[in-house]
């Protein structure tokens, strides 16, 4: 199966943005919700934002509301992540998914990235 790819990572100081993206093969064009995830070592993986295929519906967890924002683009199957005003706290690899229902419940996402990291000095 072809995987979706995650680029855009990199160090940035605080306060500082990136742009991550996430290229969607044809096979997961019947999915309904592409998310971002993240994860530091050790800590369980967590929902970021995710963004309706269908309505371009969006949401964010609380902590990046304001600072992140998700987008698509239909015609070139990319999803992206632009974070603004990051910080220390939002290093971590991320992950963009697949998956037919709303939210950001890991278990209902069915396809996976390999991350991007990103990493925010202070």
């Known amino acids: 199966q072809e995987q979706l790819v995650e680029s855009g990572g990199g160090l940035v100081q605080s306060g500082g943005s990136l742009r991550l993206s996430c290229a969607t093969p044809?096979?997961?064009?019947?999915?309904?919700?592409i998310g971002w995830f993240r994860q530091v070592p050790g800590k369980e993986r967590e929902g970021v934002s995710c963004?309706?295929?269908?309505?371009?519906?969006?949401y964010y967890r609380t902590s990046v509301k304001g600072r992140f924002t998700i987008s698509r683009d239909n015609a070139k199957k990319m999803v992206y992540l632009q974070m603004n005003d990051l910080k220390p706290e939002d290093t971590a690899v991320y992950y963009c998914?697949?998956?037919?229902?709303?939210?950001?419940?890991?278990?209902?996402?069915?396809?996976w990235g390999q991350g991007t990291q990103v990493t925010v000095s202070a």
């Open positions: 998914a697949a998956g037919n229902f709303w939210g950001l419940d890991l278990s209902k996402y069915a396809r």
């Open positions: 044809l096979s997961t064009l019947n999915y309904a919700v």
């Open positions: 963004i309706s295929t269908i309505n371009s519906g969006t």
